[in-house]
């Protein structure tokens, strides 16, 4: 799930430098690169010793057909920014392979990965960014997330070795693993078999989805997903649909069913001037939020610019060409009509 919020980092360390070489090879960008010299430096965690199960399980190993994946050289599969510009890096793969790919859960699609984000879930995370979105919102700010095949493909095995490496330092920092995208529910297998990985190291979990394919999900897997961030965009169907292309009922009902399981959420908004501030329509999202029982903390997200580059350089129309961020006193007024129904909200 995009998100209309810029980025705040600190430095993960990773706890051990060389756990796997096909993992290490597989983010040339966690070696001290310029990008990591300008985070702010945190206590590094002590070095973990390289756990057996880092290698891929005997059950996985023999279940996974390695697929060829293209090589991009110059493409590093952690990114600065999930604002960079990735496309094609999947493009040669047979469909076959791909179908197989999202039927096992063995392989999945990375946009890239990024490290030290706090505005992501609770402390500081590692997020992993899926390709694949089914949504067509007009504020999306990675238009390039909404291909499968733009992402890289990544197995289980090299994305748990990759994890292990910042487990230690995630603990310490009260963090976790946050898979977002594009949608990563497009992708459900996968996301199921490398949280079950990070929850067997001890990290904590958290998903940021739109909710439309919630039922993709057992009550079993959602037991491996610690924290819900989902996206709830309008509440109107009629302005839904013109904003994301797609109808709201998967979404609600996906938070009526994490409400009676007491998962805990956290809901996301994107506030969008002459889009989204219909204050009455916030009002509704904010009674259905609170009537859920388990929302911890709305999140309003000011619309930002920031993804413009992507829609013109994919050549895709983009509707809010002229739209400005929102003021600081209209964030405000939608944060308090969530706050008057009894949420926290920021
Ligand atoms: S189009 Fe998909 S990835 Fe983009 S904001 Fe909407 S739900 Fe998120």
Redesign the pocket.
Known sequence: ???ARTKSRRSVKPAKKKVNKKAAKMSRGAKAGKAAKSRKSTKPAKPAKPAKSAKPAPSAAASYKPLKAPKHPRIGLEAASPFEMRVNLAKDLPETDVQSALDSGDMGFLHSFTTGSTVDGPGVRVVAWTTG?????R?????D??TMRNGYPVSVANATAELRKYSQGLKVMNGGLTIS???PLMQHRFVVKVFDAAKKMGVHTTIET?G?LGERLSDDDLAKIDLVML?V?AWGGELHKEL?GRDNGPTLEFGRRLAKLKKRIWVRF?LVPNLTDDLDDVGKIAEFAASLGNVERVEVLPFHQMGRFKWHELGIRYHLEDTQPPSAELVERACAVFRAAGLEAH
């Open positions: 799930m995009a998100k979105c089914q949504w067509r919102c504020y999306c700010h990675n238009p997330t909404w995208g594009g949608e739109n439309f996206g965009k994301t994107v």
